[in-house]
């Protein structure tokens, strides 16, 4: 089932690290922030999660939880947000089911080699469980300020 704006999320469920759970209902009441990115410890990647960590605690003033979600292992993720000192949790998508879910795994060109790859995206979901806005194949600079910026606008118009 494919994510739609205005649309509840579908179910599922998935591990993060420090033992927590997450699903389609378990943080109804609080904007939700998912941001997929493609791999632990590349250039793109680390900067992205850097910028959320370091918004990190405007997000949660402006009333949102972030999760950060690849393809990696819980060890992968583990490591990388120890190093990072990242604030807020992973999600392991070690079979690419919220990645298939949220459409972000992509047919890319990599050293002329077609390969699938998750798309850098970033959805946004309000305290009802519906998707409120989506940015796909985006870019890392000033993204993370447009985030929050949404993630204020949500909470001052509830």
């Given at each position: 089932?494919?994510?739609?704006?205005?649309?509840?999320?579908?179910?599922?469920?998935?591990?993060?690290?420090?033992?927590?759970?997450v699903?389609n209902?378990?943080?109804?009441g609080?904007?939700?922030?998912?941001?997929?990115?493609p791999?632990?410890?590349?250039p793109?990647?680390?900067?992205?999660?850097m910028q959320f960590?370091?918004?990190?605690k405007?997000?949660?003033?402006a009333g949102?939880?972030?999760f950060g979600?690849?393809?990696?292992?819980?060890?992968?993720?583990?490591?990388?947000?120890a190093?990072?000192e990242?604030?807020?949790?992973?999600?392991?998508?070690?079979?690419?089911?919220?990645?298939?879910m949220?459409?972000?795994?992509?047919?890319?060109?990599?050293?002329g080699?077609?390969?699938?790859?998750?798309?850098r995206?970033?959805?946004?979901i309000?305290?009802?469980?519906?998707?409120q806005?989506e940015?796909r194949?985006?870019?890392v600079?000033?993204h993370?300020?447009?985030?929050l910026?949404?993630?204020?606008e949500i909470?001052?118009?509830?």
């Amino acid at each position: 089932m494919a994510i739609v704006v205005n649309k509840l999320i579908p179910e599922f469920e998935a591990n993060a690290t420090g033992g927590v759970k997450v699903s389609n209902t378990s943080h109804l009441g609080k904007v939700l922030v998912l941001y997929f990115y493609p791999k632990d410890n590349t250039p793109g990647c680390t900067t992205e999660a850097m910028q959320f960590r370091d918004k990190y605690k405007d997000f949660v003033k402006a009333g949102a939880t972030v999760f950060g979600v690849s393809r990696d292992n819980m060890k992968s993720h583990d490591e990388f947000k120890a190093k990072l000192e990242l604030p807020f949790e992973l999600i392991a998508d070690t079979e690419e089911k919220m990645c298939h879910m949220f459409g972000v795994v992509k047919n890319k060109i990599m050293y002329g080699k077609k390969v699938k790859g998750i798309e850098r995206s970033t959805f946004l979901i309000g305290a009802d469980g519906t998707l409120q806005q989506e940015w796909r194949g985006l870019k890392v600079p000033g993204h993370v300020d447009e985030v929050l910026a949404a993630v204020k606008e949500i909470n001052t118009t509830v």
